[in-house]
């Protein structure tokens, strides 16, 4: 194998790791917003159940003023019976004073079905918070542990880049123009081997003289088909 072969695969396994480095640094910002994401059934649910509670606490609201409102009513009622001198009127206004109170009753039983509701909402409410916090608890770990990830591929991305630095120094100068396109153009494999006459890139398989020039490891040989620079295993 020449000398330049094996300098740039030392390269390329650098430069390969530095591609997969990359490639993990970018699956953060989509992991952040995976385990955020566990946030929002939970939230809706928060949410949905104390739309629940609230909605049943004004309609509780308003039937404690309506209620409120007949109590005054039968009371000005009252107050125009004592005054008044006709039976038919004081009668009259009886039937009126009773027609109220069985309002009051009607509206007082609601009152206390909204109340019993209540206590259900209430109760699904105290589930979707307790849930929401053992989720909230999961997240927080996730998004920790993901700081710590990035933080370890970027020390280990910078460490990469400066030894990737020194190689390339030591690496052919030659050689390194065509090495830089392959790397970026052929994902991240610009060297490959050659398996019973076929290319280790593309997979196509090599004409005679190519075989020979990469046996003969006396000069740079390439795929005709893909370009890449090709070496032999044995």
């Given amino acids: ?42 939230t809706a649910a928060v949410q ?28 000005r009622l009252k107050h125009q019976q004592f005054e008044t001198r006709k039976n038919d009127e004081f009668t009259a206004l009886g039937h ?37 916090a053992r989720t909230k608890q999961l997240v ?4 920790q542990s993901l700081v ?7 020390a280990d991305q910078a460490e990469v880049k400066a030894d990737r630095a020194k190689l390339a120094e030591k690496a052919p100068e030659a050689v390194m123009p065509l090495y830089e396109r392959l790397i970026k153009n052929k994902n991240g494999l610009a060297v490959v081997p050659v398996h019973a006459g076929q290319c280790g890139g593309c997979h196509m398989k090599l004409v005679a003289s190519t075989i020979v020039k990469v046996q003969g490891a006396h000069d740079i040989a390439q795929c005709e088909n893909c370009g890449r620079i090709l070496y032999s295993e044995e």
Avoid: C, S, W
Wanted: overall charge negative; glycine content about 6%.
């Fill in 1 to 42: 194998m020449l000398p330049q072969i094996q300098e740039l695969l030392v390269l390329q396994d650098r430069d390969r790791r530095l591609i997969h480095l990359a490639e993990e640094l970018a699956k953060i910002p989509k992991d952040e917003a995976r385990a955020k994401d566990k946030f929002a059934g939970d």
């Fill in 148 to 154: 710590e990830k990035k933080k370890k591929l970027l």
């Fill in 96 to 132: 009126e004073v009773i027609r109220y109170e069985g309002e009051i009753d009607t509206l007082e039983t609601k009152e206390l079905e909204l109340m019993e509701k209540g206590d259900g909402f209430r109760g699904v409410l105290a589930k979707a918070e307790a849930g929401f």
């Fill in 48 to 75: 949905k159940a104390k739309d629940a509670v609230m909605a049943n606490e004004v309609e509780m609201k308003k039937i404690q003023l309506d209620t409120g409102t007949r109590k005054t009513t039968i009371q």
């Fill in 140 to 143: 927080e770990e996730d998004l």
